[in-house]
């Protein structure tokens, strides 16, 4: 018997996006890595991250009302930098459902937090190309509307790895542990893969990066990710 595709079947993804695709080529297309082939994501990327910072600034201009265009344009690029776009792209379920190259898939593409970033990306120009800037918009307020964003919101500016800590902390949880579970790659273009745990949790998540640091902060994304998903 064929094993499964899961992009032949992509309901679950857009329940999860609250999007039904008319063209759902667009969608596959949205998921499809520059080295899977020919046909790949880029182009969709592009126009999913100017979508999405109108779609950001929109919102931000609607609900920070008495706040100055720097402190806007801040909170702007901490919505849309790569961790916050990984920890969304991990909540869809995008890792198991991008479609990646032989060699990309074996060196733990699927949970890179740049592929992911840019796969949401993709995948915010497809329903702008699907069904115009409103339901993207629709989209992006969907996304976001789990994060309290209010002028005195303290999250802004706090990495993944902070933000995992002050929540154990706050539960008076032990701290987790960080571990390196494998490098690749060249010596100047080393990828890690490092594990979260949280004993307490009896749970572990792993995330890849160009650096320790980066793979640390990949995986408590991953790790508050899961937690919010309780």
Known sequence: MRAADPHEDLSGLQGRLEHSFGNLALLRLALTHRSFGAEHNERLEFLGDSVLNLAVADLLYERLTD???GELSRVRAHLVRQDSLHALALSLGLPGLIRLGEGEARSGGSQRPSILADALEAVIGAVYLDAGYDKARALVRHLFSDLDITPGMAAVGKDSKTELQEWLQ???????????????????????????????????????????????QAAAAAMLSHIRSL
Request: charged fraction near 30%; aromatic fraction near 4%.
């Open 170 to 216: 706050a539960r008076r949880m032990n701290l987790p542990t960080y571990r390196v579970v494998a490098t690749s790659g060249a010596a100047h273009q080393q990828v890690f893969d490092v594990e979260c745990e949280v004993a307490e949790l009896d749970r572990t998540e792993r995330g890849i990066g160009g650096s320790r640091r980066a793979g640390e």
């Open 67 to 69: 706040r100055p265009e």
